[in-house]
């Protein structure tokens, strides 16, 4: 492309687009993707990245993929698109219905398809006060998420969402929820730093319940592994104390696995390193790889039972025009075919530990508070005092400009504060692995020389 074409289109863009997350000063000399193959990105002007977030940690297939474009064809030419309401249904959603239930938990049984993770979340929000609804306790509405969630950018999953920024200029928000501790061992308040941790974080959870009452108190809400809010793994005995203040209180527990889900962590979804089931769950992003939009939220046996069981009368009555969409379930059935052929879920497992050993053996720099991940998610905290594990000013935006050093150098990715994001597809080379590892460590020193 010319580079008048491309200045022009950068302009067009500044003009009218509205971009997700946006102020126009974040957005001058955007990079502008052409092209993708496997774990590497192109923009218009040539220049080749490693997407070291797999884009929006969902491409987890890589990108370039023929088998999905050839599906998504062949679905569009046979049936694009039909309506998925009460009475109708197409083949490639039951298909990825009944699949998807075989890959999930155990106690999952039944999946509503919707188009993103929002949606999902937002669905899985209103599944849990209707279920309550449905068991005659209809003052049980109140949900309780955590600081640090990221749950998407609709009304319900803006709520709660747990990251102030994202509240900002848009209150009122859904009420009725309620925000608690997290597990964040490098910021632990309470005794993660001990050899006998016993995850008291969660304690804060049990503490709202009683305060709020357990009898209004609908669910709890977690990510399995925080995302955007700086890839925090919990500590092993978090999620089963979760599981068990849910059990003792009556609460259902949603797991927000849109972007644990479908091999990301080394398991095909999180909550499996703990031994843990949720009663309802969220997916998105990876189902699909986002070749197209593709999500769904997810429930227990006993929460489908109860919708089986309950009088004509009470209909669930929320939807989407393309909730079950048979182009957009045809690919994510031959998406999960990929991961499952190509043994990405395993792979992932072997590519994170060598991106986190890599990462932990080569960051010796004064400024690196914590490494941490889980499969193939890691982030890299900077601190500006390693003992006392101060965060830099914000005004230094320290996090930003290790970014665009490593923009510079060939890596894509996103900070959380002064937290670096990885989580590159799970179809990433070692020595690509190795390449991040070396760009993240070049680009703090071009950063913060010491
Ligand atoms: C954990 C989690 N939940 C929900 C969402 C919202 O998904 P979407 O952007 O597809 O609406 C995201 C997006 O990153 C996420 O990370």
Redesign the pocket.
């Known amino acids: 492309m010319e580079k008048s074409d491309i200045d022009q289109l950068r302009q067009a863009d500044v003009d009218h687009q509205i971009h997700p997350q946006y102020h126009v000063r974040d957005h001058e000399n955007a990079v502008v993707y052409q092209r993708g193959e496997g774990a590497l990105l192109w923009d218009i002007e040539g220049k080749e990245y490693i997407d070291g977030l797999s884009s929006?940690?969902n491409v987890a297939v890589g990108h370039g993929r023929k088998e999905l474009a050839e599906v998504a064809q062949k679905q569009m030419e046979e049936l694009a698109f039909s309506n998925s309401y009460a009475g109708y249904a197409n083949v490639p959603s039951i298909q990825l219905a009944e699949r998807l239930i075989e890959l999930v938990y155990p106690s999952m049984q039944a999946v509503f398809f919707c188009n993103?993770?929002?949606?999902?979340?937002e669905g899985a929000l209103k599944i849990a006060r209707f279920y309550w609804h449905l068991q005659g306790k209809p003052e049980k509405t109140t949900i309780i998420a955590r600081k640090d969630?990221?749950?998407?950018?609709?009304y319900g999953?803006t709520t709660v969402t747990g990251i102030p920024s994202f509240h900002n200029g848009f209150g009122p928000l859904l009420g009725g929820v309620v925000h608690a501790e997290t597990c964040y061992p490098y910021r632990c308040g309470h005794c993660s730093r001990a050899e006998d941790c016993t995850s008291a974080c969660a304690d804060d959870i049990e503490a709202v319940i009683g305060r709020e009452g357990a009898d209004t108190v609908a669910a709890v809400i977690a990510?399995p592994v925080h995302?955007?809010g700086g890839v925090i793994p919990p500590t092993p005995s978090y999620w089963p104390r979760l599981r068990e203040i849910c059990d003792k209180n009556d609460v259902l527990l949603i797991a927000?696995e849109?972007?644990?889900g479908f091999g990301r962590t080394g398991k095909w979804f999180a909550l499996e390193h703990w031994g843990v089931q949720p009663d309802i769950m969220?997916v998105?992003?990876a189902i699909s790889s986002a070749y197209v939009p593709l999500?769904g939220f997810i429930v227990s046996g006993r929460i489908h039972g109860a919708m089986l069981d309950a009088p004509r009368t009470e209909k669930f009555m929320h939807g989407y025009t393309n909730a079950g969409h048979p182009t957009a379930c045809a690919v994510g059935l031959r998406n999960l075919q990929i991961i499952e052929e190509e043994g990405l879920v395993e792979r992932a497992a072997a590519m994170g530990k060598r991106l986190l050993q890599g990462l932990e053996q080569s960051l010796e720099h004064p400024n690196v508070g914590d490494v941490r991940g889980l499969g193939l998610m890691a982030a890299v905290e900077l601190t500006s005092d390693k003992a006392s594990r101060a965060p830099f000013d914000a005004a230094d935006a320290v996090g930003p400009r290790v970014l665009k050093a490593m923009r510079e150098r060939g890596v894509i990715t996103r900070v959380k504060g002064d937290s670096i994001l990885l989580a590159p597809p799970l179809v990433t080379t070692p020595e690509q692995i190795d390449r991040i590892i070396e760009v993240v460590g070049e680009s703090i020193q071009a950063v913060l020389p010491g």
Do not use: P
């Open positions: 929006l940690w993103s993770g929002s949606e999902a979340v969630a990221y749950h998407g950018g609709t999953a990510e995302g955007a927000d849109v972007i644990t969220a998105a992003k999500a």
